[in-house]
T-cell receptor, first 113, second 117 residues
Framework: AQTVTQSQPEMSVQEAETVTLSCTYD???????LFWYKQPPSRQMILVIR??????QNATENRFSVNFQKAAKSFSLKISDSQLGDTAMYFC??????????FGAGTRLTVKP | KAGVTQTPRYLIKTRGQQVTLSCSPI?????VSWYQQTPGQGLQFLFEYFSETQRNKGNFPGRFSGRQFSNSRSEMNVSTLELGDSALYLC????????????????FGEGSWLTVV
C-alpha cells in the first residue's frame, strides 16, 4: 500500500521568508505522480504544484518549488517570499498511474506578519 | 471555464437516514473522484469513476456508493447514516488519462458539509 507521511503537523514563518514543508512516501511503483495541495480556511483544495516521477527536474511554480528525491522517496515543498495568503493547510499527495490518489495528514502553515 | 460544482453545500441528516451528494465536473473531464475529510482521519479516498465505471475504490463500507452518468456528473450515496459519517465530502475531477499532459491532475470542488445528528 502507498503511504504518505508529513512529519510536521504545524509550522510558522515570517512574512517574506522561506519555509520548507517535508513529505515522504512509500511505494514500490516506478511510475507515479506527486502533488502539493493547499487548503485555506475556506476549505477549497487548491493545486500548488505537480511532479511526475519520471522527470528528474524539480517542478517550479512562481514562489513554489519542490525538491524531489526519488531514491529517498522525498518530496518537499519550498515556499519563497512567504505571503500572508499562504496561510493554509498543505497536503502532500501521491497518485499511481491509475488515478488512485492518497494524501498525507497535512501541515498547518501560518505566515506571521 | 466553470470549476467543479458540488451540491448541496451543507446538510444535516439524522442517524439511519440516507444522503445523496452531487458533483458536476469541469467541462471535458471524464474522471470524478470522491474524498471524505474528517479531523480524525484526514483526507480519505472513497472512489473514482471514469466513463461511468468505477475504476478505483478506497477502504469504505458498502454503505458508501456512487455512480457516474453519461455526462460525467457523479453522485455519491451514503445509506444508514452514522454519527461518524459527519464530514466534508470533496469531489474532484480530472481528464482521467495520465498519458495526456497533466491528464491526471485533479481539481476539487468546494465540498459538501454533512452533519449527522
Amino acid at each position: 500500500a502507498q503511504t504518505v507521511t508529513q512529519s510536521q503537523p504545524e509550522m510558522s514563518v515570517q512574512e517574506a521568508e522561506t519555509v520548507t514543508l517535508s513529505c515522504t512516501y512509500d511505494t514500490s511503483e516506478s511510475n507515479y505522480y506527486l502533488f502539493w495541495y493547499k487548503q485555506p480556511p475556506s476549505r477549497q483544495m487548491i493545486l500548488v504544484i505537480r511532479q511526475e516521477a519520471y522527470k528528474q527536474q524539480n517542478a517550479t511554480e512562481n514562489r513554489f518549488s519542490v525538491n524531489f528525491q526519488k531514491a529517498a522517496k522525498s518530496f518537499s515543498l519550498k515556499i519563497s517570499d512567504s505571503q500572508l495568503g499562504d496561510t493554509a493547510m498543505y497536503f502532500c499527495a501521491f497518485m499511481r498511474a491509475n488515478n488512485d490518489m492518497r494524501f498525507g495528514a497535512g501541515t498547518r502553515l501560518t505566515v506571521k506578519p | 471555464k466553470a470549476g467543479v460544482t458540488q451540491t448541496p453545500r451543507y446538510l444535516i441528516k439524522t442517524r439511519g437516514q440516507q444522503v445523496t451528494l452531487s458533483c458536476s465536473p469541469i467541462s471535458g473531464h471524464r474522471s470524478v473522484s470522491w474524498y471524505q475529510q474528517t479531523p480524525g482521519q484526514g483526507l480519505q479516498f472513497l472512489f473514482e469513476y471514469f466513463s461511468e465505471t468505477q475504476r478505483n475504490k478506497g477502504n469504505f463500507p458498502g454503505r458508501f456508493s456512487g455512480r457516474q452518468f453519461s455526462n460525467s456528473r457523479s453522485e455519491m450515496n451514503v445509506s444508514t447514516l452514522e454519527l461518524g459519517d459527519s464530514a466534508l465530502y470533496l469531489c474532484a475531477s480530472s481528464l482521467g488519462d495520465h498519458r495526456q499532459s497533466s491528464g491526471n491532475t485533479i481539481y476539487f470542488g468546494e465540498g459538501s458539509w454533512l452533519t449527522v445528528v
